[in-house]
């Protein structure tokens, strides 16, 4: 019978924990996305931006740039055809992933920003952010939702295209 209560209260502190974590990721976003972009630091073709310490450029291709920092992967997209406040790369990102769990958009006169996380497993999670034509996306654990969603935000805000 403990066994089985413990079972129960560990399985409603787990949905408790998504629920807490990506209200909570939704705040750091919108937070992020009013602060000033990040001085850039890195650059990849055309594209200029911020790599916090610790993350470094695996793969490069026209559109997309894949970062590590440690064993966690991130899939930085950016279409330059796309501005700040455009909603394509968000209407694609969405039509093309069923059962999104949180679908949040930012809207003000200066960009269009989104945060869209699915889960996939009990305590893994896709989270993808964007604002207008560039968007970056990882697997994530649900307790490091919050944290991660701060330091995507900040690499794509400071996303600027050359031409």
Do not use: H, R, W
Not at 10 to 21: I, P, R, V, W, Y
Not at 27 to 35: A, C, G, S, Y
Not at 73 to 88: A, G, M, R, T
């Amino acid at each position: 019978m403990i066994i089985i209560l413990s079972i129960i209260l560990l399985s409603a502190c787990g949905k408790t924990n998504f629920k807490a974590e990506s209200k909570e990721s939704i705040e750091v976003v919108k937070e992020t996305l009013n602060e000033k972009a990040k001085k850039t630091n890195n650059k990849s073709g055309d594209i200029n931006f911020y790599l916090p310490f610790g993350y470094e450029i695996e793969e490069e291709s026209p559109n997309n740039i894949l970062l590590k920092n440690g064993s966690k992967q991130y899939i930085l997209f950016n279409n330059p055809q796309e501005s700040k406040v455009s909603d394509v790369v968000y209407k694609s990102t969405v039509a093309q992933n069923k059962e999104i769990e949180i679908n949040e958009q930012f809207k003000d006169n200066n960009q269009f920003g989104y945060l869209i996380i699915k889960k996939l497993e009990e305590d893994m999670n896709e989270m993808t952010i964007g604002i207008g034509g560039t968007k970056i996306t990882t697997l994530i654990k649900t307790s490091s939702l919050k944290n991660e969603a701060a330091v995507m935000t900040q690499i794509v805000k400071s996303v600027k295209n050359q031409k």
